[in-house]
């Protein structure tokens, strides 16, 4: 498995098509998710510069998994479209804490890998763990993310720690649950570092700086 990580001005563009691509085949065409598309690509508001992706690839350079990492101090989805999933809880607002989103991990091809939402493969874990590192490398402390509850069955099963904002809440047929996840600096140094090479968190690191430059902000 091999992965990159960046914004968009560092990823090159056939990268960007194809994971826009692989988002469409996965969350719209397969799990039939009322989303946002472009000619068959599914990108949102929160796809924009600032955003920080991760993007796993198989020998053959074909997407199999993708994550979205946004800090909330920006806009991001829990807060602007399921702030309902936090019941009383002020929406997260820190260069700290990031969301993570369009995680997804499937081979396309043969169904080896995991659907997103009921993962069950070791890899999917796997893919998981390097995301939480890249986030922590970039500034991130914690995360949260629209989960549904499936996915809780899977952190646990990692030994992953986390949370919930508030209860359940139905939206559309799935039930969802806005999930925290602690990246604490001992758990991020343990983790395995399974297709994760140096490449990505360096680029996580550039992005970090090049933030905190715009912002002001220390991560």
Known sequence: ??????????????????????????????????????????????????????????????????????PTHRPYLLAEVFPQLLGDMPAPHSPRTWELSRFAFLNLEDNASAAPG???????????RIVMRIA????????????????ERILRRGGIAFGRAAPPARVGAQMLCACTIALPDPVVLRLRRTGGPARPVRAARRWARSSAKEDGVAH
């Open 136 to 151: 922590a490398e970039a500034g991130a402390s914690d995360l949260v993310s629209v989960s549904p509850l499936g996915i």
């Open 1 to 70: 498995m091999n992965i990159v990580a960046g914004c968009a001005s560092e990823l090159p563009v056939a990268v960007l098509f194809d994971m826009a691509r692989y988002r469409y085949e996965v969350f719209v065409q397969r799990l039939g998710w009322p989303l946002q598309t472009q000619g068959r690509m599914e990108l949102d508001q929160f796809d924009r510069r600032d955003t920080l992706y991760v993007v796993a690839r198989n020998p053959r350079g074909e997407v199999v998994g993708t994550a979205r990492l946004l």
């Open 118 to 128: 009921a993962p069950q493969g070791l890899q999917a874990l796997d893919f998981l």
